[in-house]
């Protein structure tokens, strides 16, 4: 699966991990600290 994964994400253009990606198509990519990736997931929940 490793070998899947990367290429999808090669595909969709991610450039670097980590890599999160919202419901919205936008990337949150690269180290983030904790407290900005939960204020990213709350906002992508409401």
């Not at 890599?19 to 919205?24: F, K, P, R, S």
Request: a positive charge.
């Amino acid at each position: 699966p490793v070998r899947t994964h990367y290429e999808l994400g090669t595909r969709m253009g991610v450039r670097g991990t980590p890599a999160v990606i919202g419901e919205d198509g936008q990337e949150l990519g690269g180290y983030v600290p904790a407290a900005q990736l939960i204020q990213y997931v709350r906002k992508d929940r409401s």
